[in-house]
C-alpha cells in the first residue's frame, strides 16, 4: 500500500494534492492537524508513505523538493536525533523529474 499524506492546515499540502488528485485520488489521506508529529496511525502500515507539505530553504528563495524525513544532527522538529528513514532512489528521482 502507498499513500500521499497531507494536512488540511497546510496551504501548500492542498494544493500539490489539487494538483494530482486526479492521478492519485485512491491514494490521498487527509489529517485535520499538522503531520509533524504524526505518531498513531489508525490503518494498516503503508509500504510506502508520501507527505505533501510546505518546506523552506535555507535561503528563503521558493524551491520543489523531494527528501527523505530524518534528522542529521538534534531532533529539533521530532524525530529521533541522528536517524534518517530508508530513502526510496526510485520514488525520489520519479518526484523530482514530475516537479
Not at 59 to 73: D, R
Request: with cysteine; glycine share 6%.
Amino acid at each position: 500500500m502507498k499513500i500521499i499524506a497531507y494536512s488540511l492546515e497546510d496551504k501548500a499540502g492542498c494544493n500539490i494534492v489539487r494538483q494530482i488528485s486526479e492521478e492519485f485520488r485512491p491514494m490521498l489521506y487527509s489529517f485535520p492537524h499538522s503531520l509533524l508529529f504524526l505518531e498513531k496511525w489508525k490503518y494498516a502500515i503503508p509500504d510506502l508513505c508520501i507527505v505533501a507539505s510546505r518546506h523552506s530553504s535555507k535561503s528563503g528563495k521558493p524551491t520543489l523538493t523531494a527528501h527523505v524525513p530524518g534528522n542529521f544532527g538534534h531532533a529539533k522538529m521530532g524525530g529521533k536525533e541522528r536517524e534518517l528513514s530508508l530513502a526510496p532512489a526510485l520514488y525520489l528521482a520519479q518526484a523530482l523529474k514530475k516537479l
